[in-house]
DNA sequence: GCATGTCAAGTTGTG
DNA sequence: CACAACTTGACATGC
């Protein structure tokens, strides 16, 4: 089992900056282009530093932060890497985080926010869309990451009429795209039985948010959810990709959605373990939690062969 | 200095 | 019907 972590961490010095696009707005184009160069400076060497303190310490995947170029797609402030002063650099900066994941197997990924939605009833939503998974998949290109995990997004009444809309919005992005997209089952809509019908028949991964099933249960089993998923990904000859996390209060509390700081070893799948698979941890411990998670797991020798 | 509210974007469920 | 949640730091504002 490879675990993975989630855009940020606790302890290590490690951190990524931002801007809002009303801060740029105040300032003329060429000191807009300044400021965001040296953000993005500055978080393409924080990348480079995540990575390798996620490869000391023993974890095998990286989620990046989907603001790594703050602002990038919108409409009034974006830009492109060309744009930047230190553009060479970064761009420098980006292959060498390629080779450095790459050299040390360590998978990335990106998990674009709740703005992207390809089943809405609404053109430009979907355009927005688009237009911000194709800067990730640019990203996802250049850095070598080669997942891209969405939502289904919205109900709009009608669970069959939305992903009728996204399979045909699905049909037309672009290549880099389409190769990288997955969709996660989540935890107010759509199920893991909701989906399995659309990612089978287009062949998208499937990621299975374990908690997420708990939280909105389809009448899957883990075990049935976990087999079920980890078919698509491996007819397309990948690794299968989870998420794990524990709820904040306890399964009794109020809701059990928001997330703990660390993994309650209880919520870990049984027939996870032992299992080829990549699980990233959500956890607000980040770093300490995914730690403690793998000492748990190797103090009971439950690892697996990987290890 | 420090505390606080706002920030591009969507959708759902609660109060 | 308005608003928090999803999530976090940067920034502007006001004391």
Redesign the pocket.
């Known amino acids: 089992m490879r675990m993975g972590l989630c855009?940020?961490f606790k302890e290590e010095n490690v951190?990524?900056?931002?801007?809002?696009?009303?801060?740029l707005s105040?300032l003329p184009r060429g000191e807009q282009l300044i400021?965001l160069s040296g953000i993005c400076h500055d978080n393409v060497r924080n990348l480079l530093l995540a990575l390798k303190a996620v490869q000391r310490l023993g974890i095998g995947a990286f989620r990046i932060m989907s603001?790594l170029f703050?602002?990038?797609?919108?409409?009034q402030v974006?830009y492109e890497l060309a744009d930047l002063p230190a553009g060479e650099d970064i761009r420098h900066l980006l292959e060498g985080i390629r080779n450095f994941a790459g050299g040390h197997d360590i998978r990335l990924s990106f998990h674009p926010?709740?703005?992207v939605?390809l089943s809405?009833?609404?053109p430009?939503?979907v355009a927005?869309s688009v237009r911000?998974l194709t800067y990730q998949a640019w990203l996802g290109k250049t850095l070598g990451a080669d997942l891209i995990n969405i939502h289904a997004?919205?109900?709009?009444g009608d669970k069959l009429s939305a992903l009728e809309r996204f399979r045909q919005v699905f049909s037309d992005l672009p290549d880099a795209v389409r190769n990288r997209l997955t969709l996660e089952n989540d935890d107010?809509?759509y199920t893991v039985r909701d989906l399995l019908p659309l990612c089978q028949k287009l062949s998208i991964p499937l990621v299975y948010d374990v908690h997420h099933h708990r939280c909105n249960p389809d009448g899957l089993s883990q075990e049935e959810a976990t087999e079920l998923t980890g078919e698509i990904w491996r007819s397309m000859g990948l690794e299968q990709y989870c998420h794990l996390s524990s709820p904040r209060a306890g399964w009794g509390g109020k809701d059990p959605?928001?997330?703990a700081d660390y993994i309650a070893e209880k919520d870990l799948p049984f027939c996870w373990r032992e299992r080829v698979m990549t699980v990233d941890i959500?956890a607000?411990a980040k770093e300490l939690a995914v730690v403690r998670l793998m000492d748990h797991l190797r103090e009971n020798d439950l690892f697996g062969g990987a290890d």
Do not use: I, W
């Open positions: 855009c940020l951190s990524f900056r931002t801007t809002t696009a009303t801060a105040s400021k603001p703050p602002r990038m797609t919108h409409p974006g926010d709740q703005f939605v809405s009833p609404h430009h939503v927005n911000e997004g919205g109900v709009y107010v809509s959605r928001p997330h959500e607000k």
